[in-house]
């Protein structure tokens, strides 16, 4: 069974750096398209960041240019979301999403992603 178990969030100070990863299961998932999105309360689910199954082509919310990096290791079957210069409007739930489908550039809208994590919290202090 398809499993994406997402880990590393929880409550850093404004500035700091946060390192998100992703492991994928139940299936290879090296040839799948895979994304990070997020979800602050009361607002909808946005696209965060989003890799090809290469770790070739990204792309990237205008808000995450710059500070946020997407990569993969496909031999673990993870992916990684690496966070810099956070500040409050970071605070959201974090999910990995995965599409079996090869995609380039990487898709935005999470109708395009099959499989889901349930998600991890990052809480970002002043």
């Known amino acids: 069974q398809e499993q994406l178990v997402e880990s590393g969030g929880g409550l850093v100070q404004t500035g700091n750096s946060l390192r998100l990863s992703c492991a994928a299961s139940g299936r290879t998932f090296s040839r799948a398209t895979m994304a990070w999105f997020r979800q602050a309360p009361g607002l909808e689910r946005e696209f965060v960041a989003g890799?090809?199954?290469?770790?070739?082509?990204?792309a990237y919310a205008d808000f995450a240019e710059g500070r946020f990096t997407i990569s993969r290791d496909n031999a673990e079957n993870t992916l990684f979301l690496h966070m810099s210069s956070l500040n409050s409007e970071d605070a959201a739930i974090y999910y990995c999403?995965?599409?079996?489908?090869?995609?380039?550039?990487?898709?935005?809208?999470?109708?395009?992603?099959?499989?889901w994590g349930r998600g991890t919290q990052v809480t970002v202090s002043s």
């Open positions: 999403a995965a599409s079996p489908a090869i995609i380039v550039p990487p898709p935005r809208g999470s109708d395009e992603y099959r499989f």
């Open positions: 890799i090809s199954w290469s770790g070739g082509p990204t």
